[in-house]
């Protein structure tokens, strides 16, 4: 460093390109707008402030920039000004000295020292931006916005200013439809990045404790990897639904079962072995346990899979859908444990007439979910009354059904005496 000139020292900190991560720089090519998506802490609002940094500024503080007049959305006008303008990562902590902007309140602008001027706007108030024109935009945390759509139009209508007005959007990932539909658009590019991209910024302990606690949670895969989790319209199962069952400690069971859902190929690329545990507590509700889904393995590795689940799990009985399979599932099975309780069943009707019943369950409330079966939660959530709203097949799904069907809506079954506590 001291072999650096003043001036030199001065200005590094400000060269974001230098300490920048790829996720926080702007793609290459003619993009209309640019998505930032990432879980919490992973830098996203350093990002967009210092993109509006890259658009106004000059070669020198006098100098005119690419925008002359730029639009800052939040939630709330608040919003914009306690995280986007005067937050830790905002505009004014990311600014040198000499292009520092100042903050007319009365007209909640920002006015840069070469006259490029930044208003702020709620997220409420669609119909404030009729009127004013832009020649490029900061939006923050789109996906939260109420009236998310009418204010993203309205912001349209608005960027008529200059050669190439651009937007850029930075949020963490929510099933919105305005969010959905941006992302389709040909003109719209992306950068990602999860929570530990930035840790080197975040509290080791915070880290710590909400991977502990939300981990591969459908919440986790949202809010710390930053993953749109869609919900298709019409879904047997809603997120609410399935969250509001969430629990951390495995109650008293009576009885657990395996269920498998074998694929008809097996290699790379395949449709996954849908493995998944549940139990039957002894009020005569379940508890989805476990999801052991294998993919792309040979018949004798998911059979394995699938009796070390009973194992890990001291379950009863094994559930296997043998439509495709026929005795060669079971052959399968006893190849691993030829003492295994295997109860074989068929798909005599369709997968979403399977899973009605099953998804009703869920509604009155008898079905709770462990922490951590969130891959298995965003597939339910793609089933809907037309079928599964998705690429594959729902495997996890599939698997989840026989295991509920067969605890909690066969009258044949009874339930092993006394109680476990795990």
């Known amino acids: 460093m001291t072999e650096l000139g003043l001036g030199t020292q001065i200005a590094l900190p400000y060269l974001f390109e230098i300490w920048a991560m790829e996720h926080q720089l702007p793609p290459e090519g003619p993009w209309k707008t640019w998505v930032i998506m990432g879980g919490r802490g992973a830098g996203k609002t350093r990002a967009g402030a210092e993109w509006v940094r890259r658009q106004v500024e000059g070669a020198r503080p006098l100098d005119a920039g690419r925008c002359r007049r730029i639009a800052l959305l939040g939630e709330t ?25 100042v903050w007319q309140a009365t007209r909640h602008c920002l006015v840069w020292p070469n006259g490029a001027e930044a208003m702020a706007f709620s997220a409420h108030e669609p119909e404030a931006l009729r009127g004013p024109q832009f020649d490029g935009a900061w939006a923050d945390e789109l996906a939260k916005w109420k009236k998310g759509q009418a204010v993203w139009d309205m912001l349209q209508f608005s960027l008529r200013l200059g050669q190439d007005p ?38 080791p302990s915070f880290l710590e404790e909400v991977r502990a606690r939300y981990g591969d949670t459908r919440l986790g895969r949202q809010e710390l990897d930053g993953l749109l989790i869609e919900e298709a319209e019409g879904a047997l199962w809603t997120a609410a639904m399935i969250e509001s069952g969430h629990i951390a400690k495995v109650p008293p069971l009576v009885r657990i079962v395996v269920a498998v859902d074998p694929p008809t190929t097996a290699h790379v690329g395949s449709d996954a072995c849908g493995i998944v545990v549940a139990g ?44 495709q399979g026929g005795d060669m599932v079971e052959e399968v099975l006893r190849t691993v444990d030829p003492n295994v309780a295997v109860t074989k069943v068929h798909a005599a009707r369709g997968k979403t007439a399977r899973a009605e019943p099953v998804a009703a369950l869920y509604e009155r409330g008898r079905v709770q979910h462990l922490r951590g079966l969130g891959i298995l939660e965003e597939q339910m959530c793609r089933m809907t009354q037309a079928g599964y709203d998705g690429a594959g097949s729902p495997d996890r799904v599939d698997a989840l059904v026989w295991a509920l069907t067969d605890l909690m809506l066969r009258n044949t079954r009874t339930a092993r005496p006394g109680l476990r506590g795990l």
């Open 166 to 203: 651009r937007v850029c959007v930075t949020t963490t990932p929510r099933n919105a439809s305005v969010l959905k539909e941006l992302l389709t658009r040909k003109s719209t590019v992306v950068t990602h990045a999860a929570t530990e991209a930035n840790r080197a910024n975040l509290a």
């Open 77 to 101: 006008r608040d919003q914009v000004r306690e995280v986007m303008i005067f937050g830790d990562s905002g505009i004014l902590a990311c600014c040198p000295p000499d292009r520092r902007p």
């Open 280 to 323: 039957l507590t002894h009020e005569g509700n379940a508890v989805v346990l476990e999801d052991a889904t294998v993919q792309g393995v040979r018949p004798a590795a998911w059979a394995e899979a699938a009796i070390a689940a009973m194992a890990r799990w001291d379950a009863d009985r094994l559930v296997a859908e043998v439509n």
